[in-house]
């Protein structure tokens, strides 16, 4: 998969050269199913559309959703393996100018794991119905965390570049 | 490294057998320095201490930190090593009951990747001075991102198994 050839790379951009070996494996644990197949279908973000998603969970695994039902939101991980890994400064699309891959949500990032906190609407089975994602069908589930108020809520945080572009 | 061992297994738990090979490989980008330096030093949860603890980045991507200087609060990925991952019930141990491991934020799962919401201190070259993790000392980095509160702060989350237990 020549991945940077589908994401192109953009004036202002930087790259790096990656370690030669990761140093530790993940083992995809389910996928995500939603509406979009191609990635100029995807929402912009994870607030920019009301679809419900289907999250399947390796049945292996079942066992381990004992209790989610209780949970009104999550933390999904998954991994963006469509994306480049090498990109330091990106410039998006929609913003022009380059910023430093931590200071952005981009999939294209050292570890492709990209964090939506998502409403889930039931769990049948080893699927859960959620609403929240932005990402394409298929794409790999890592991990199914709850979403605590208390610890991952901070509603005065600023993204302060952002902010100022908007 | 026997993981389990240390973790133990309680009355209740229940283990899965894992696939034989990894799916994708994570690279460590940097190291988390805490003042913690044993499991059971360690705060309960990330709101447990107001310890300012450091972030170092491999200078490797330290072009990536462009822009994050201008956020007040940061995700933070990384990765339990110390855990063991083969766990789908878990026993916490100021619980007392099974739950399912993706109703809990136990870094035993099977894929140990923490997600802690910090505060953002300041930036100096490739670390980060922040508040809000509850890791032990050396533990391997493997993402920041920006936090942003329209897509990630839901203030009316609620976990019912844990707030039943409270």
Chains 1, 2 share one sequence.
């Not at 991994?79 to 910023?99: I, N, T, Y």
């Not at 570890?111 to 932005?134: E, Q, R, T, Y």
């Amino acid at each position: 998969m020549n991945a940077s050839k589908e994401f192109g790379m953009r004036e202002g951009e930087r790259a790096v050269e990656l370690p030669a070996t990761p140093d530790a494996g993940v083992y995809f644990i389910g996928r995500i199913q939603t509406p979009w197949k191609n990635r100029k279908d995807c929402p912009k973000n994870a607030r920019g559309s009301d679809a419900v998603c289907t999250v399947e969970l390796d049945p292996r695994y079942q066992d381990g959703l004992k209790d989610v039902e209780t949970c009104s939101h999550l933390v999904l991980l998954y991994w963006m393996d469509k994306a480049p890994r090498h990109l330091v400064l990106q410039v998006p699309g929609h913003l022009g100018a380059p910023h430093g891959t931590f200071a952005l949500r981009s999939p294209a990032r050292p570890n492709p794991i990209a964090m939506s906190v998502v409403k889930l609407l039931g769990v049948a089975g080893n699927k859960l119905s959620v609403i929240g994602l932005d990402c394409l069908d298929g794409t790999p589930l890592i991990d199914i965390k709850p979403y605590f108020a208390s610890t991952d809520c901070v509603p005065d945080a600023v993204v302060g570049w952002h902010r100022r572009k908007s």
